[in-house]
């Protein structure tokens, strides 16, 4: 059924878009929470337009609705009312199974807990998605083969979480969101469980998907230096949009990890 919702039938399940359509589109979103006799207007009429290719951060203190904004973007849940268009699709309505069915095809998504399942190895954490999607074993494990030499940890994917840095874990998770070939990738605080160094590695990572796939990437973010590699960062307050601003020097004034130190040189 979604099939004939999306019109397409390319590897991810549509059309390939044009290279400057959006990819996000919303029109006078709101979300409202009822809380026993209370309603909390948690998004107040929000109007965005994220394109193919843009990398942006939504910034904003707690309560201000960003991490509503993000769940309504990523179809984990559905508009008061309003708009909202995933990659040329309304999905302001969708039911629970074509949501469901929806973030499977378009959408990845990278948490600051990592939620890898911890008795699993690295391979099998990111062959997950395409377990649940039917796709037969073989096929599986290339894909995931693919996509841990891309995040360069094809080495470590007979490993546990537990036998894995941080940083580590957080390269399988990417994997994992990258195995259905999505055209946007959610991520969640994807350094606030890690040191600088890992977290600098992180964001080149995320840079590196960007500029060389073009995936099309947003971060929910409180921390600066994630902002700074991205083209826009958008900050919200009190469920609107307070300020959308380009950042011409993207990733460019990223801090650059420091290299370890070497063996002393031999005389």
Same mark, same amino acid.
């Given at each position: 059924?979604?099939?004939?919702?999306?019109g397409?039938?390319?590897?991810?399940? =549509?059309?390939?878009p044009?290279?400057? =359509?959006?990819?996000?589109?919303?029109?006078?979103?709101?979300?409202?929470?009822?809380?026993?006799?209370?309603?909390?207007?948690?998004?107040?009429?929000?109007?965005?337009?994220?394109?193919?290719?843009?990398?942006?951060?939504?910034?904003?203190? =707690?309560?201000?609705?960003?991490?509503?904004?993000?769940?309504?973007?990523?179809?984990?849940?559905?508009?008061? =009312?309003?708009?909202?268009?995933?990659d040329?699709?309304?999905?302001?309505?969708?039911?629970?199974?074509?949501?469901?069915?929806?973030?499977?095809?378009?959408?990845?998504?990278? #948490?600051?807990?990592?939620?890898?399942?911890?008795r699993?190895?690295?391979? %099998?954490?990111?062959?997950?998605?395409?377990?649940?999607?039917? /796709?037969?074993?073989?096929e599986?494990?290339?894909?995931?083969?693919?996509?841990?030499?891309?995040?360069?940890?094809?080495?470590?994917?007979?490993?546990?979480?537990?036998?894995?840095?941080?940083?580590?874990?957080?390269r399988?998770?990417?994997?994992?969101?990258?195995?259905?070939?999505?055209?946007?990738?959610? %991520?969640?605080?994807?350094?606030?469980?890690?040191?600088?160094?890992?977290?600098?590695? /992180?964001?080149?990572? #995320?840079?590196?998907?960007?500029?060389?796939?073009?995936?099309?990437?947003? #971060?929910?973010?409180?921390?600066?230096?994630?902002?700074?590699y991205?083209?826009?960062?958008?900050?919200?307050?009190?469920?609107? /949009?307070?300020?959308?601003?380009?950042?011409?020097?993207?990733?460019?004034? %990223?801090?650059?990890?420091?290299? %370890?130190?070497?063996?002393?040189?031999?005389?």
């Amino acid at each position: 059924m979604l099939n004939r919702i999306l019109g397409g039938t390319a590897a991810n399940g =549509s059309q390939p878009p044009a290279a400057d =359509s959006p990819v996000i589109e919303t029109i006078g979103l709101t979300k409202t929470y009822t809380m026993g006799d209370v309603e909390v207007h948690a998004l107040q009429g929000v109007d965005m337009t994220v394109r193919i290719g843009e990398m942006i951060a939504i910034m904003g203190p =707690s309560g201000s609705g960003k991490s509503t904004l993000m769940n309504i973007i990523g179809c984990l849940d559905v508009p008061s =009312s309003g708009l909202y268009r995933l990659d040329g699709t309304d999905v302001s309505m969708l039911d629970d199974n074509a949501l469901a069915e929806i973030r499977s095809l378009k959408v990845g998504y990278v #948490f600051q807990n990592f939620n890898l399942l911890p008795r699993t190895t690295a391979q %099998a954490n990111v062959e997950l998605p395409l377990l649940y999607a039917g /796709i037969g074993g073989r096929e599986r494990r290339r894909r995931a083969d693919d996509v841990l030499k891309t995040v360069r940890l094809d080495h470590r994917s007979d490993h546990k979480p537990n036998e894995l840095s941080g940083g580590q874990q957080q390269r399988v998770a990417i994997a994992r969101a990258l195995i259905n070939r999505p055209q946007l990738i959610l %991520a969640d605080e994807p350094t606030g469980n890690l040191d600088t160094r890992n977290s600098v590695g /992180i964001m080149q990572l #995320f840079q590196q998907l960007n500029e060389e796939r073009g995936i099309t990437i947003v #971060f929910v973010t409180h921390n600066p230096e994630v902002a700074a590699y991205c083209d826009r960062v958008v900050r919200v307050r009190d469920g609107l /949009i307070e300020s959308d601003e380009r950042n011409p020097s993207a990733g460019r004034k %990223a801090p650059q990890p420091q290299a %370890a130190p070497g063996p002393p040189a031999s005389r």
